[in-house]
């Protein structure tokens, strides 16, 4: 079973810092593409971050300069770091994940896997 499991959220004053990690699990072959999104109580999901597996990565304007999405494909995880983080960051954090998984015989692509998201709230 293809799946995406986050980790790493919590409290944490303004200003500092929490590193989120995105496992993917389940025969992965490949890590096509991955975004972090947040969604705020009452607000809409939006995108915070994407990678690609050809290095491209992508910004929300509310986080650049504060925040790195990095892969480590050895492990299968993304990362969403975090630093100078504000109050209005809080929100829970849910990746998505276009994955490739199966066996060297049968192969499939999962275009749209999300996680279960882990909760990030920063108080000032």
């Known amino acids: 079973q293809v799946q995406l499991v986050e980790s790493g959220g919590g409290l944490v004053q303004a200003g500092g810092s929490l590193r989120l990690s995105c496992a993917a699990s389940?025969?992965?072959?490949?890590?096509?593409?991955m975004g972090w999104h947040r969604q705020a109580p009452g607000k809409q999901r939006e995108l915070v971050a994407h990678i690609t597996n050809g290095g491209s990565i992508n910004y929300a304007d509310s986080v650049k300069g504060r925040f790195t999405i990095s892969r480590d494909n050895a492990k299968n995880t993304v990362y969403l770091q975090m630093n100078s983080l504000k109050p209005e960051d809080t929100a829970v954090y849910y990746c998505?994940?276009?994955?490739?998984?199966?066996?060297?015989?049968?192969?499939?692509?999962?275009?749209?896997?999300w996680g279960q998201g882990t909760l990030v709230i920063v108080f000032a």
């Open positions: 998505n994940g276009d994955l490739t998984a199966g066996s060297v015989v049968v192969r499939r692509r999962y275009p749209e896997v």
């Open positions: 389940g025969s992965i072959f490949s890590i096509n593409a």
